[in-house]
């Protein structure tokens, strides 16, 4: 059974930076994309970033680029998510999601519906 498990979270200060990881197990495919999704407080889940594990093609949702770079090590099945220049809205807890057979990413990689498996989350906390 396909497991996601990230890590990474934490308290930062404005400013700061964290890497997310997360690591896929289970998988009986080598073909998917792996997904980073963010939810706030009384807002609704929305993808940030994705990247496919084949060509490691990458999108990034509008409002993080430059801020979020999103990598991948196929030798680990890990997926990581680099947040710099960390602002209170980026507050929310963070999940990895799989697609599987997805060979490129596209922009609708960055919707929650294309996702078969999710993780537990990991909460970013952004706070002076």
């Known amino acids: 059974q396909v497991q996601l498990v990230e890590s990474g979270g934490g308290l930062v200060q404005p400013g700061g930076s964290l890497r997310l990881s997360c690591v896929a197990s289970?998988?009986?495919?080598?073909?998917?994309?792996i997904g980073w999704f963010r939810q706030a407080p009384g807002k609704e889940r929305e993808g940030v970033s994705c990247?496919?594990?084949?060509?490691?093609?990458?999108y990034y949702r509008s409002s993080v680029k430059g801020r979020f770079t999103i990598t991948r090590d196929n030798v680990k099945n890990t997926v990581y998510l680099q947040i710099d220049d960390l602002k209170p809205e980026d507050t929310a807890v963070y999940y990895c999601a799989l697609d599987s057979w997805v060979s490129t990413v596209r922009a609708n990689c960055i919707s929650a519906y294309e996702y078969d498996y999710w993780g537990q989350g990991t909460q970013v906390t952004v706070s002076s």
């Open positions: 990247i496919a594990r084949s060509d490691g093609s990458t």
């Open positions: 289970g998988l009986f495919t080598d073909v998917y994309a």
